[in-house]
């Protein structure tokens, strides 16, 4: 595998599951991002990692839960999700300043 | 806080025609500027970036400047293909006193070319 790997590609769940999605970079990158992309609005950052520890996060609803437990690999733990969180989310690495690397995205629907 | 705004889309165009993506930003600071090209299905590729001002970035026919006096990177290509279409991203990546480069985006513009 290279570059930026995420998985599932696509989740449907419901409003009381919990579910995780998976990103892995294999680029030797130090700084990892989750992205949420939704109909007709911008980019949204949620979270980033930089050096392992979690650096920003965008007032992201506590239903969304990070985890990154070393550089290459970087979580999303889902629970209690609402329809409103239907969307593709987008996991990035990079070096420190540098260019972000996306991963395809999970197409995510929770109904 | 910074900014980006892309022109509205869609764009439609026949194939071969010149494309222009209007991008203009609001940012502290020397930013960075980037464009991302996303294909159907698919997460964001880097297209081209430009680091400081007058600087110019280049990839597959494409071009864009980064304007400082009117704080403008807009995108082109004189010559567009079918495979061009995606929805291209514009954004800018400003430190800002973080230990990474926080990347703010642009709404992005759905390009469709006809053959």
């Known amino acids: 595998e290279t570059g930026v790997t995420q998985t599932p590609r696509h989740l449907v769940m419901g409003m009381t599951n919990k579910k995780s999605l998976k990103c892995e970079q294999h680029?030797?990158?130090?700084?990892m991002y989750w992205y949420k992309q939704s109909a007709k609005k911008p980019l949204e950052l949620m979270f980033v990692?930089?050096?392992?520890?979690?650096?920003e996060n965008n007032s992201v609803p506590s239903r969304f839960s990070p985890e990154c437990p070393n550089s290459s690999h970087l979580f999303l733990h889902l629970h209690t999700l609402q329809p409103e969180d239907s969307a593709l989310y987008l996991c990035a690495s990079s070096q420190l300043y540098g260019e972000q690397f996306f991963g395809p995205g999970t197409r995510l629907t929770v109904l | 806080g910074d900014s980006v705004t892309q022109m509205e889309g869609p764009v439609t165009l026949s194939e071969e025609a010149f494309l222009t993506i209007n991008c203009t930003y609001t940012?502290?600071?020397?930013?960075?500027l980037f464009w991302y090209v996303q294909y159907p299905g698919e997460g964001l590729q880097l297209l081209l970036k430009?680091?400081?001002?007058?600087d110019k970035g280049s990839n597959k026919g494409f071009e864009a400047t980064y304007r400082k006096e009117t704080t403008s990177f807009h995108l082109e290509k004189g010559s567009v293909q079918v495979s061009d279409s995606a929805v291209y991203f514009c954004a800018l990546s400003n430190a800002g006193g973080t230990s990474y480069g926080k990347l703010t985006f642009g709404q992005g513009t759905i390009l469709t070319v006809h053959p």
């Open positions: 990692y930089s050096l392992e520890e979690r650096v």
């Open positions: 940012a502290t600071g020397y930013p960075s």
């Open positions: 430009a680091t400081k001002a007058d």
């Open positions: 680029l030797g990158h130090n700084a």
